[in-house]
């Protein structure tokens, strides 16, 4: 019953900014830690960025920190990722996850949205 809805990608120039937005229902929204993760071609599925329940808490990856910002409307039942200076090498499918704990660990997410593609080119 739980769904995860990304909008939000597409085609951006490098050093471009786009903002992704996860719209989640069948479940307590604000019970649960939200992240990010991407995937690109021939490559494992890779952490990005995690919120706490409150939004009290974030955590990147170290290739995102300070480029990349994660966070959560509990009222709208939605958690967002901007992403700022964008790289070629941030081409990728965009996932969010719902998790019962703040990690970084794909495993403990149980639940997926579908994916939003998001690629970085001139």
């Known amino acids: 019953q739980v769904q995860l809805v990304e909008s939000g990608g597409g085609l951006v120039q490098p050093g471009g900014s786009l903002r992704l937005s996860c719209a989640a229902s069948?479940?307590?929204?604000?019970?649960?830690?939200m992240g990010w993760f991407r995937q690109a071609p021939g490559k494992e599925r890779e952490f990005v960025a995690a919120?706490?329940?409150?939004?009290?808490?974030?955590y990147y990856a170290d290739s995102m920190r300070g480029r990349f910002t994660i966070s959560r409307d509990n009222a709208k039942n939605t958690v967002y990722l901007q992403m700022n200076s964008l790289k070629p090498g941030d081409t990728a499918v965009y996932y969010c996850a719902r998790g019962s704990n703040f990690s970084t660990g794909t495993r403990t997410y149980n639940y997926w949205g579908q994916g939003t593609q998001v690629t970085v080119s001139s």
């Open positions: 919120i706490s329940w409150s939004g009290a808490s974030t």
């Open positions: 069948g479940g307590t929204f604000s019970s649960y830690a």
